[in-house]
């Protein structure tokens, strides 16, 4: 009953590297989100996925990248962390209906300094 | 564009009934949900409801909507301390295909024992 899967749980960073948050999920959703999460001011969407080998960005895609290669797996890329980049960054998957949930991970709490 | 709107803090006797109100702006929303995220965990869908009910009730939960004024409420009855927690409103993007969820700022519950 895993459902969504976020790894690494933390991780600092210096300005200047790059990094790979993964996730995967056992439930057969088509549609896979991340979300950043910011204190005091919601979720943004980064980037989402309407299937394996389809991906689009969402409204702060700026500084990330993605790929979806298989159904379960959604990793994002940063290459060049920035401190604007730290965060909590929230992995999501649904059925992609019109009246499906979203099912979130646990978050990766990422710090650059 | 979509806008979810909340008020940021709330603080409720244990016991007493909690009212979280939200409003949305995209009046094309077709579902309307309620996430709740514990302090260092993801968020968890607390329930949801379709744009052509006004109300739905799930044991201690009641959700209120007034589609006229895009005017959405969350009642808890019976507030305990295990209710603490930061409280999502979201409206779903139907139009798009995406199915994105825009999320507003979320508000903190405060149960005073």
């Known amino acids: 009953n895993a459902g969504v899967t976020q790894t690494p749980k933390f991780r600092i960073l210096k300005i200047g590297q790059s990094m790979t948050l993964q996730c995967t999920q056992d439930m057969n959703h088509n549609y896979m989100y991340w979300y950043r999460q910011d204190p005091g001011m919601g979720l943004k969407l980064i980037y989402y996925?309407?299937?394996?080998?389809?991906?689009d960005k969402g409204e702060v895609p700026n500084g990330y990248n993605v790929s979806r290669s298989t159904t379960e797996d959604f990793p994002l890329r940063l290459e060049l962390a920035a401190p604007s980049q730290t965060s909590v960054y929230f992995c999501?998957?649904?059925?992609?209906?019109?009246?499906?949930?979203?099912?979130f991970g646990n978050g990766t709490r990422l710090t650059v300094t | 564009g979509e806008d979810v709107e909340q008020s940021l803090f709330l603080s409720v006797r244990e016991g007493d009934s909690s009212v979280i109100n939200c409003t949305y702006t995209?009046?094309?929303?077709?579902?309307l949900y309620w996430y709740k995220q514990e302090p260092g965990a993801g968020l968890q869908l607390l329930t949801y409801?379709?744009?052509?009910?006004d109300m739905k009730q799930d044991q201690r939960l009641t959700v209120l909507l007034n589609k006229k004024d895009k005017h959405l409420s969350l009642r808890i009855a019976d507030t305990q301390t295990g209710d603490s927690a930061i409280y999502f409103c979201a409206e779903k993007e139907a139009g798009a295909g995406s199915y994105q969820l825009t999320f507003g700022k979320g508000t903190k519950l405060s149960v005073i024992p």
């Open positions: 996925s309407v299937g394996a080998g389809i991906t």
């Open positions: 995209d009046s094309s929303s077709t579902y």
């Open positions: 409801i379709f744009s052509n009910m």
């Open positions: 999501a998957s649904s059925h992609g209906t019109v009246n499906s949930p979203l099912h």
